[in-house]
């Protein structure tokens, strides 16, 4: 039996969880699905040919391979070890030995690797492999996948991945997928606090903010923000790009882990961790993560 062989459980039927388990599907993966919604699992079954689990514990007892899409590495490890470790109500109580986890949420790499200690003892394997690019990156299957763990067993998951996403990268051991994402989130994150600022400065020199945009595209302060976001999302007044300023913090907060722990600099990192952690206390950790912009206008 290899890795990946059997039934595919997919826990977080969420805004990324949903298109993801939606092109396993269509790749003829054979799926059982999980949301502490139900809506949501409901909804995709309708559309889809997937099984819908009862339980936590129903996905562990079904499946060889279990896929975590969730909002942070504590709800990773409630879901597979149960409240306080105590493997009650959870993924893990019911796995097989040999059974594989692929946490694909951006959960913190310290955590990662004490989790992945945890399900050892079990006898389950762990990778991490957390994503980039998006809701419509996972709609169009074109998402970066970094990834984390054994190398033969990232090589078993390579055809998985490709079914997700059209960047796949080894980054390392257990948790090194999960550090590179929060330190690209990080360095997207301060890069969307300086466009921000500067668009802001600009137009209030008198400039026309499109033209700032424009400029910003053809030179050297060219990035994700710049192209992606500011006249998209921002001077459109739109600000539902589709990813949250509380996840976008939370990020920011683990990569500043990461280079604290590391003994490496952190100045800017902490400045940057501030400002959003001041924007998701001002606008609400569900607002999008580009209203921002309003946020460092007033």
Not at 22 to 50: C, F, G, Q, S
Not at 268 to 273: D, E, F, K, L, Q
Request: with cysteine; charged share 15%; proline share 3%.
């Amino acid at each position: 039996m290899t890795s990946l062989s059997g039934k595919i459980g997919f826990v977080g039927i969420g805004a990324m969880g949903t298109p993801m388990a939606a092109n396993l599907v269509k790749a003829n993966h054979k799926l059982m699905i999980y949301d502490v919604n139900p809506e949501r699992t409901n909804a995709l079954a309708a559309t889809h040919e997937v099984e819908v689990a009862r339980s936590l514990a129903e996905i562990g007892a079904s499946c060889t391979t279990v896929i975590t899409m969730l909002p942070d590495g504590k709800a990773v490890r409630e879901v597979l070890c149960g409240h306080d470790d105590d493997f009650g109500e959870s993924v893990a109580a019911a796995l097989d030995p040999g059974a594989l986890v692929i946490d694909m949420s951006s959960s913190s790499p310290i955590g990662t690797r004490e989790l992945g200690a945890i399900l050892e003892a079990r006898g389950v394997r762990l990778i991490d492999a957390p994503v980039s690019n998006g809701v419509r990156g996972a709609i169009a299957g074109t998402l970066a996948i970094m990834v984390g763990g054994d190398h033969t067993i990232f090589e078993q998951c390579r055809p998985l991945f490709e079914k997700l996403g059209n960047q796949i990268f080894y980054a390392g051991p257990l948790g090194a997928g999960h550090a590179i994402k929060a330190l690209n989130n990080y360095v997207n994150a301060a890069g969307l606090v300086a466009t921000c600022e500067a668009v802001i400065a600009g137009q209030r020199f008198g400039l026309d903010p499109n033209v700032i945009v424009d400029i910003l595209n053809a030179s050297s302060g060219m990035n994700n923000t710049t192209k992606n976001k500011v006249k998209q999302f921002m001077l459109s007044g739109a600000f539902n790009a589709g990813f949250t300023t509380g996840l976008m913090a939370k990020d920011v907060r683990t990569a500043l882990e990461v280079a604290a722990a590391m003994g490496g600099s952190t100045r800017m990192a902490r400045h940057t961790a501030d400002m959003w952690n001041d924007t998701e206390h001002s606008l609400g950790a569900a607002s999008d993560h580009t209203a921002i912009f309003k946020f460092l206008e007033l």
